[in-house]
């Protein structure tokens, strides 16, 4: 007790050198990267109980396939959010409108990049949990929770029960997955059509982790309902009937959704670092705040040791 009381300063000090390199960082904390977001599903801005999901840049909403749910208040249990959408079992998902919604159009012409901040309930026992899929077994993209603690993402333009073409998972994460707050997985597919080949790459929380490259362009477009959560026809890039990666293997996501974006190119590894830093890194206002307040802080402690 005596030991706090004497010394007081040298550990305020430690603070506010944390505090000093904290403020330091606001220069890289970029804004939202916007160029190419075809589709943004926000459950903070979303109208509750209208049973639909809005896309904030008025391309494609999203239908709940049963019921009017509305967004949680996630406020106190998240640094990062303030409303989640909840899902677990099929009575709490949601996918496009119809087989030619923009989503499967969307396609993998040239490439295109999928962020999700999610909080899954728990890694998944039995089944992989789906968390986003476009297309069908035949061609089509999906990522999916595993049973091991990683995210698998798979690409495929083939038959009902060939291999898909991209297979890549992550390092198991599950200290991050259960860690308690939002994570953001992002799948990239990048088509390099100069090189004549193909990747799949994912990264978590804004750093790579895992990724598949293939000396092919897949350069197709799906066809098939999409959506997230659930299977929607055909898992996109499953095999139908059987295999490592039968549609039987996957289920229904069970966890949270705070925000949703999907691209129409492949973002640069800059771009999806400064997407989490946006959202992850508080404002330079917010740093000014905590700074204030440990100076005043400083401040009463001072005058309170002169007062002895």
């Known amino acids: 007790m005596n030991s706090v009381i004497n010394n007081p300063i040298p550990s305020l000090k430690g603070i506010l050198k944390k505090a000093s390199f904290a403020l330091s960082l606001c220069g890289l904390a970029s804004s939202l990267c916007s160029a190419g977001l075809l589709f943004e599903y926000d459950a903070a801005a979303d109208t509750p109980g209208n049973g639909s999901w809005m896309d904030e840049q008025g391309n494609q909403n999203l239908t709940f396939v049963s019921g009017s749910p509305s ?4 406020s106190g249990d998240s640094n990062y959010f303030t409303a989640a959408y909840k899902f677990g079992g099929a009575s709490s998902v949601i996918g496009g409108n119809a087989g030619n919604s923009s989503w499967p159009a969307l396609g993998l012409l040239t490439g295109s990049t999928y962020e999700m901040w999610v909080r899954p309930t728990a890694i998944p026992v039995g089944d992989r949990q789906i968390l986003l899929e476009l297309g069908s077994s035949f061609r089509g993209l999906s990522i999916s929770l595993d049973t091991d603690g990683s995210v698998l993402g798979l690409v495929k333009n083939g038959s009902a029960n060939t291999s898909p073409n991209i297979v890549v998972n992550t390092s198991d994460i599950t200290s991050t997955l259960t860690a308690g707050e939002f994570v953001q997985v992002v799948f990239r597919f990048d088509n390099d059509t100069i090189n004549t080949e193909s990747t799949g790459s994912f990264f978590i929380n804004g750093v790579s982790n895992g990724a598949t490259t293939i000396a092919s362009d897949l350069t197709f477009q799906a066809n098939d309902v999409s959506g997230l959560g659930r299977e929607f026809s ?5 095999q139908r009937d059987s295999g490592t990666y039968a549609r039987s293997t996957f289920t229904n996501y069970d966890g949270q959704y705070a925000l949703v974006r999907i691209y129409d190119n492949a ?7 400064a997407n989490y830093n946006a959202i992850a890194i508080p404002e330079p ?4 705040m905590i700074f204030s307040g440990l100076m005043l802080g400083l401040v009463m402690i001072r005058r309170r040791i002169a007062g002895r």
């Open 285 to 288: 206002s917010t740093y000014a």
């Open 267 to 273: 973002l640069s590894d800059a771009d999806i670092l």
């Open 71 to 74: 967004p949680v208040d996630v």
């Open 234 to 238: 055909q898992t996109g890039g499953t």
